[in-house]
């Protein structure tokens, strides 16, 4: 274990012998909508003054694209990272995926569910590495300085690392398994407040609406959260949970961002967004991270209605081998400080 692993395994074991500290949420099952409203509110606090949704302490952003992500929810970099950069990142899963290189003990190979069942090797045979924080070749990704200075300028200057995906997004057999449904990432997440959250995603080849690009419905920041549930029209992998009431034939009008070679995403985690089926003979290729400001408090999901993915995350965590470990604690061993000073996060 790489030393910086170990000193987050001792503080996530010192914390499981502590008492955890959270955020109480208000319950929202059965009730209208009233109390979920309520919690709302909480996780959807905005920053002070005429930008809602970014800081900007270093003046990064031009006055077109703080107006875009304060107005719309995201905003696309194009040309961002460099290709010999992307191809350092592509041959570490190269390597991972043909057995080259041993994936940490944290990581998550995941396998679409339409051939997981073949156990292979290879490129072809992973379709995401997830919770790589302690690869230190691919976390280079989360710490890339043009990457970083987007994130700063968005959520200010303290914050760390607390998802991070490498997508390899397969042909679709028909099944409907390559997508992801329209979904807002809070949804997966035990912290708050939303707007001290912000997600990079970043193009390793060019990606367009054949091979499964992102979909965005633009302004959807600044609404709520929304109750997630596997869809009833397609299979789909494990944890691609969807918003319960928009079915894939209403992805249709939203706006497909295609992208090309380092062209990078940044997003709000209540943003609507997906990708479609990749209807291509190729694999679809992207890195992204999560960030959070250290600001950022957890809260107590129990008795809302993100309890359920709760109890699906501490399940997929236990087969891992770490028992007693609960949603918040997964969510401590998958962070990791990128810039700036520790806080309650």
Known sequence: MSQPAHHRAQALMAHLTASSSAVAAHPAAGNGGKQERTLQQHEGGCFDGPHPYTLDP????????RRQYDEQGFLLVRNLVSADEIEKWRQRFVDIANGVVEPTATMLVMRDVAIAKKKEKGEH???KLQDW??????????????????????????????HT???????DVGLGSSRHPPHQDLWYFPFRPAHKIVASWTA?????KENGCLFVQPGTHKGDLHLHKYPNDGIVNKAYHGI????EADTAGMLHVEMDVG???????????????????RYRKAISCHYASTSCQFIEVTGTMQQ???REIEEIIKRKGFEGVSFNDVWRMKSRLIQGKEGTL
């Open 58 to 65: 270093m003046g990064v952003l031009t006055p077109e694209q």
């Open 125 to 127: 045979a992973i379709t």
């Open 133 to 162: 924080q302690d690869d230190e070749v691919l976390f280079s990704y989360t710490s890339h300085p043009a990457v970083a200075k987007y994130v700063e300028s968005i959520i200010g200057s303290d914050f760390k690392s607390v």
């Open 165 to 171: 995906m490498l997508i390899n997004k397969p042909p």
């Open 204 to 208: 390793m080849q060019k990606i367009d």
């Open 244 to 247: 319960h009431s928009l079915s």
């Open 263 to 281: 062209d990078t995403l940044f997003f709000h985690p209540l943003l609507i967004h997906g990708s479609g089926r990749n209807l291509s003979k």
């Open 308 to 310: 359920d993915i709760a």
